[in-house]
């Protein structure tokens, strides 16, 4: 625990707080702060915790979010679009997945290995192959208020993630959108 400890002044610092300031949000002393600080003391289990609870909604309030991380330009497929078309679109826009939707609703994802797929599967349908016929599983759908913790975490499995508010799509986050907001 005492290598926790020691992380207190830091992450305290980065937050840029002062001692009392953190005593005060932690409801403890600002002279337990202090005395643990320079390694006088070891605090109770308790006031270590609210300690902890306390540096943890800092780092909560200072995470970006979903909509400061979100690609606001989304370009749907409808699930009834040849293939052809949609690979013409993905080239023109410079991108290589696309929700698809049905009637206003998502109901699926089209990516490029999802294309290659479907074309391996039947070569001779490449002209009439249709959306529906090949799209998989629709990604995951967060709120605007999402945490980037959270959205790392959905992007280790998906290829995207689309950010909704009010039942409304309003935006996309793919890997590389992640990766390009990372400093």
């Known amino acids: 625990m005492l290598e926790n400890l020691n992380e207190i002044k830091r992450i305290r610092k980065k937050h840029g707080l002062n001692q009392k300031e953190l005593a005060e949000r932690a409801n ?7 005395k643990i600080e320079s390694e006088k003391i070891e605090p109770s289990f308790s006031n270590a915790k609210k ?12 995470e970006l979010k979903a909509k400061q991380l979100m690609n ?9 679009d040849k293939i ?4 013409q679109t993905m080239k023109k826009k410079g991108i ?4 698809v939707m049905n009637k206003n609703n998502i109901c699926g994802l089209l990516t490029e290995g999802i ?8 070569p001779e349908k490449i002209n ?3 959306v529906e016929e090949i799209m998989e599983d629709s990604p995951p759908i967060i709120s605007i208020k999402t945490g980037m913790k959270t959205i790392l975490e959905l992007l280790k499995d998906n290829q995207i993630v689309l ?5 409304n799509v309003k935006g996309i986050i793919s890997k590389s959108d992640l990766l390009g907001k990372i400093e």
Do not use: C, W, Y
Not at 96 to 99: G, I, L, R, T
């Open 72 to 80: 606001k330009k989304v370009v749907f497929a409808q699930s009834n």
């Open 51 to 62: 300690i902890f609870q306390a540096l943890e909604e800092l780092r909560e309030k200072e």
């Open 96 to 99: 290589s997945q696309m929700p």
């Open 163 to 167: 950010v909704a508010e009010k039942g």
């Open 84 to 87: 052809k078309d949609v690979i």
């Open 128 to 130: 009439s192959l249709k």
């Open 28 to 34: 403890v002393s600002q002279s337990l702060i202090a």
């Open 115 to 122: 294309i290659l797929k479907g074309i391996t599967k039947s």
